[in-house]
């Protein structure tokens, strides 16, 4: 059975770097066939998908925030990354990590989310 | 990117009651749609993918139908643990997109 964790700062100032780290059990990110993959879900309101890493490293990114996200990850550790820069009020959400079984079921196992408020 | 649109965005129904709950796409899918549920401060939980195929653990009362660009949830006789939020997602193209949602709730 896959498991995610989210971890990461729960407060980020506007301007600043929002930085959340995947940690995944129960499968390898280095398997093929799946991508890894961040969701966020600002309060009351519907799912945005946010981007995806491959095993490969490759990435692909939601165009509406491309300019300002990096996912990355460490095969080592068996975890991957979120970075979104010049934050605002906007990106205050809750935050999940997802493994996207691309060529079946797509988003099929999802971490439980971490809250992120950008705050003065 | 593709727009989901899902209706209706809420729904009040009673326990034993069929629901159907529609979702429609601007452009076609083939059947890479999945269907979520999600419960208050839970991640959405996979019910159906690939249009109409059910996810291992759902109960047989949830279904999917449809492709191309219009899908359909059914649920077959509404219990208790059902009241929630559902999502329609699109997996055919990234970037990834959701229907706005169908609220479920006690009428």
């Known amino acids: 059975q896959v498991q995610l964790q989210e971890s990461g700062p729960g407060l980020v100032k506007p301007s600043q770097t929002l930085s959340l780290t995947c940690t995944v059990s129960g499968g390898s990110i280095a398997s093929s066939g799946y991508y890894w993959t961040w969701i966020r879900q600002p309060a009351g309101k519907g799912l945005e998908w946010i981007g995806r890493i491959y095993t490969s490293g490759s990435t692909n990114y939601n165009p509406s925030l491309e300019s300002r996200v990096t996912i990355s990850k460490d095969t080592s550790k068996n975890q991957f990354f979120l970075k979104l820069s010049s934050v605002t009020a906007a990106d205050t959400a809750i935050y999940y990590c997802?493994?996207?079984?691309?060529?079946?079921?797509?988003?099929?196992?999802w971490g439980q989310g971490t809250l992120v408020t950008v705050s003065s | 990117d593709i727009q989901m649109t899902q209706s209706p965005s809420t729904l009040s129904a009673s326990v034993g009651d069929r629901v159907t709950i529609t979702c429609r796409a601007s452009q076609t899918l083939s059947r890479w749609l999945a269907w979520y549920q999600q419960k208050p401060g839970k991640a959405p939980k996979l019910l159906i993918y690939k249009a109409s195929d059910l996810e291992s653990g759902v109960p047989s009362r949830f279904s999917g139908s449809g492709s191309g660009t219009e899908f359909t949830l059914t649920i077959s006789s509404l219990q208790p643990d059902d009241f929630a939020t559902y999502y329609c997602q699109q997996y055919n193209q990234y970037p990834l997109t959701v229907g706005g949602g169908t609220k479920v709730d006690i009428k």
């Open positions: 997802a493994r996207d079984d691309y060529n079946n079921k797509g988003v099929d196992y």
